[in-house]
């Protein structure tokens, strides 16, 4: 009897070589090792990235920009003060593209001469007024979930983890980044965002950037982007430039000018206590007793 059942005898014989690809270790299909990300390496592109505009933070981020399809969060100690110098490079290409950027419940009127300076024409920037926390995360749930944008731009400032990872399952249909700003203390909160930065300002009109979340190693130090506001380029001095130098200056002139220290003074000793009813005494003899009792005796 033969061990080959009858259908299987008039097929061809199988390639070894395709039996042995089978268990060649490592081997992965190339969609499922694009999406494969290991703890020790910066995470590639799986999905579209957008740039950011800087080559230094560019280098540091998975892919080389802001992750479509996910949200990144923004912290930032105070509002209204450098979220459109960090995004604005960015918003520059999508409106460049004809996409519209949705901004929801910004601090602080969007200034529509700076935007128009960045190269967002207001035509293409759609302004939700919602000031109300739950209002807010509706408002940017429902952006995120239509798809209805070419970059969303949300402040959630009271935004809590289980609400942040809802945002990010939603977010995972969208095409374009979700940018979401918040203070600088959600940093100890736990965050379902894939890509989390603190930013500062520097003095020399840079900006201070850390990522300390990234699909890949810790990144370590600080990013110092170049960063001069809209239209004060071609108004700033040289030296105006860089203030820290002016400082510098200043503060070593007031040091070189600054008068030597006085010598150490000597310790004050303690003068006898003379009550009133010594000075006041009408008898010397009884007064001049009483001080004699105060003045130490000398050996």
Known sequence: MSAVPAWQEDLPPRPVATVLSLHVPGSLPPGVEAALWRGDQ??????AVLGTGYEALDAELPGGGWP????????CAQPSVLEWRLIGP???QVVGQGRSVVVVGPPQHPHLPGLRHAGIAEQQLVWVRAQAPAERLWCTEQLVKSNACGALVAWLPQARPEQ???????????????FLFRPAAARHDSSAAPLRLHASLGVDWELLVHVFKRRGPAHEGLLRLP???GGLAGVLTPRLQQPSRLIAARQATREAGRP??????????AQPEVTADVV???D????????????????
């Open 90 to 92: 960015a918003l520059r």
């Open 227 to 229: 960063s001069v506001p």
């Open 164 to 178: 942040i990872r809802r945002l990010q399952v939603c977010a995972q249909a969208c095409d374009g980044p979700v």
């Open 68 to 75: 479509c399809h996910a949200l990144t969060e923004l912290l």
């Open 42 to 47: 910066l995470g590639s592109a799986v999905t």
């Open 260 to 269: 030597p220290a006085p010598p150490p003074r000597r310790p004050v000793v």
């Open 284 to 299: 010397p003899s009884r007064a001049a007793q009483r001080i004699r009792q105060h003045v130490p005796a000398e050996h």
């Open 280 to 282: 006041g005494s009408p």
